[in-house]
């Protein structure tokens, strides 16, 4: 919302109201689960995924909505989609309210902008992650075993230094509590052959968006993917490449040696560190300039990476 309004030397400016949706509510329609950002809906044979402005960190959902963050989601996973579509089919229908089916058009006001009606796919129970640099979780692995889930790598690395190559490193789901770093052949234990063929999506879909990301000015760190089958199919599903699913850091500031400043979720975990949470539940209240803050650098990755604002 934009509301007009002068300044004391009579300037005209505006003042921008956010509003956030914590979560969805359309009566009448079966929910068919609600995870830590994303509800999601029956839709006959398909399924409506809705992005909610709901965050998380460290597996907990903070009581603290992020404005727009649920928009930057889906309109970020949509472009990126559409520039992958030639090296992996994916779950998406459609995005276009009136193409839904009609009991959702009277809810437009939660779905605008933040959701998508996508195919029903069998999901694999593993996250396929993409690592071009040694950070996160992957740098306290490295510290710990000089290893990156279960991959020896050189000695004397850096936090935040590039990787020698793009690593493929699973993670299991984990139903409640944190999803944990995998070896490949555990991977291979949970989804058989498929292991080898996700693999080499992920680093083909790493290697795309890196290169395009590259020209933005962008580093993509790590990511993760979530695959399914479709008809037998091996289809790409769920967000894909957003800031809550991938870091993000500025090419011009990069400087291997410590954290990265980023167009992530990072500032969240950076705050919660600072004030010495214990990272359970129940998440603490972030104050304003925080959530607005991150807002922004939501709103910002969106625009650098696709040229676009919401």
């Known amino acids: ?86 090296l992996v089919p994916n779950h998406f229908v459609t995005a276009q309210l009136n193409e839904y089916p009609t009991a959702f058009r009277p809810f437009a006001d ?71 770093n995998i070896t490949f052949t555990q991977a291979q234990a949970a989804i058989g052959d498929a292991a080898q063929a996700v693999q080499k999506l992920t680093l083909r879909i790493y290697q795309r968006a890196s290169e395009y990301a590259a020209t933005k000015g962008i580093l993509i760190a790590d990511t993760k993917f979530e695959f399914g089958y479709y008809n037998g199919e091996l289809i790409l599903a769920d967000e894909v490449l957003t800031p809550d699913s991938s870091r993000f850091w500025p090419q011009s500031s990069y400087r291997p040696g410590g954290p990265q400043p980023s167009f992530d979720k990072q500032y969240v975990r950076d705050y919660l560190e600072s004030i010495g949470w214990n990272k359970q539940p129940p998440a603490p209240v972030l104050p304003d300039e925080v959530a607005a803050k991150t807002a922004g650098k939501y709103r910002q990755a969106y625009r650098v990476l696709t040229g676009k604002t919401l």
């Open 1 to 86: 919302m934009r509301i007009l309004t002068f300044t004391p030397a009579g300037r005209i400016c505006y003042l921008y109201v956010l509003a956030a949706l914590f979560e969805t509510n359309l009566p009448g329609i079966p929910l068919h689960s609600r995870g830590k950002v994303r509800d999601i809906y029956d839709a006959g044979e398909f399924l409506l995924i809705v992005a909610s402005d709901r965050l998380s960190a460290f597996d907990c959902v903070l009581p603290t909505p992020i404005p727009d963050k649920g928009r930057v989601l889906t309109q970020m996973t949509l472009f990126w989609l559409d520039l992958l579509r030639d």
């Open 110 to 180: 939660q779905l605008e902008g933040r959701s998508m009606l996508v195919r029903r796919a069998k999901m694999l129970p593993v996250e396929c992650v993409a690592r071009g640099y040694l950070s996160g979780s992957g740098w306290k692995d490295y510290q710990r075993t000089g290893s990156l889930c279960g991959i020896a790598l050189p000695a004397g690395l850096l936090e935040s230094d590039r990787l020698p190559e793009p690593l493929f490193t699973p993670a299991s789901k984990a139903q409640s509590g944190h999803d944990e």
